[in-house]
Nanobody, 121 residues
């Protein structure tokens, strides 16, 4: 069973950095492609970055070169290092198991609480 908990968000000034974590309490983490998604007020949830079981990564064009996704299978944890943050990165960030071969679509309809990232200008 997959249970995901996001953490690491906060308030940061433009140009700053944050590191998000997604912890999986289940036993199948290493078998799953994973994704970070975000939802800004009034906007649809979107893929930010994805990582496959072998470490293949993908990024939204808006975050390429600034964000880095990684995973530690020994800790059942995925990370999102966010550098050079911009006000437009402000959103609630969520993690989910991803369908790599389906455009990194999220697997589960039920989302956790997410972690709020707020970037001030």
């Amino acid at each position: 069973q997959v249970q995901l908990v996001e953490s690491g968000g906060g308030l940061v000034q433009a140009g700053g950095s944050l590191r998000l974590s997604c912890a999986d309490s289940g036993s199948t983490f290493s078998l799953n492609a994973m994704g970070w998604y975000r939802q800004a007020p009034g906007k649809q949830r979107e893929l930010v970055a994805g990582i496959g079981t072998g470490g293949t990564t993908t990024y939204a064009n808006s975050v390429k070169g600034r964000f880095t996704i990684s995973r530690d299978n020994a800790k059942n944890t995925m990370y999102l290092q966010m550098n050079s943050l911009k006000p437009e990165d402000t959103a609630v960030y969520y993690c989910n198991v991803a369908l790599r071969w389906e455009g990194w679509a999220p697997v589960f309809d039920h989302w956790g609480q997410g972690t709020q990232v707020t970037v001030s200008s």
